[in-house]
């Protein structure tokens, strides 16, 4: 039996930064897409995106985002 391992995800992709990106960074860039992207934009808006860069911005801005920046540099 074979398991698909979905690809691992880059939260600094999703938000347009480059890895190691500072806090104020993450958020400015988060708040610039989330305008963008937002369900309620006519036109651009889209509930998969926001929720993939809502998700990213999540992990990026907690204290989970050692373990995740561990993880991604493997």
Do not use: C, Q, W
């Not at 391992?5 to 993450?26: K, R, V």
């Not at 995106?49 to 991604?72: G, P, Q």
């Amino acid at each position: 039996m074979k398991t698909h391992i979905p690809p691992f995800p880059d939260y600094y992709e999703a938000l347009d930064l480059p890895f190691g990106a500072t806090t104020e960074d993450i958020r400015s860039n988060f708040r610039r897409i989330a305008k963008i992207f937002h369900p309620d934009v006519p036109g651009t808006g889209s509930a998969s995106k926001f929720l993939t860069i809502l998700n990213a911005y999540k992990i990026l801005s907690s204290t989970k985002r050692k373990a995740y920046d561990e993880s991604f540099r493997k």
